[in-house]
Nanobody
């Protein structure tokens, strides 16, 4: 059984930064592709960012490119999402996910394991 626990969400003003963390346990973290998705009220869950098992490749949604950075620490079995220049449109519940795949990580169907989510609210 895989467990993913997100933390770091909160209420911030537009232009601020936040760093989300996702602690993983119960599987070989270093062989898992990892991703962040988000879901705003009334909208479908959407891809935000992903990183391959080695960390050598990262992928971003166009809406966050240049503002968000995904990284991982395999020794700590943790993946991070550094968010900068936050906008009200970034308000959503952010989910961490783990995949048995190392490509196609922008697709939610690639992920078998999901965290419970952490709320990020950006005020204008």
């Amino acid at each position: 059984q895989v467990q993913l626990v997100e933390s770091g969400g909160g209420l911030v003003e537009a232009g601020a930064s936040l760093r989300l963390s996702c602690a993983a346990s119960g599987r070989t973290f270093s062989s898992s592709g990892m991703g962040w998705f988000r879901q705003a009220p009334g909208k479908e869950r959407e891809f935000v960012a992903a990183i391959t098992w080695s960390g050598r490749s990262t992928y971003y949604a166009d809406s966050v490119k240049g503002r968000f950075t995904i990284s991982r620490d395999n020794a700590k079995t943790t993946v991070y999402l550094q968010m900068s220049s936050l906008k009200p449109d970034d308000t959503a519940v952010y989910y961490c996910a783990a995949s048995d795949w190392n490509y196609g990580l922008e697709y939610s169907a690639r992920y078998a394991y999901w965290g419970q989510g952490t709320q990020v609210t950006v005020s204008s």
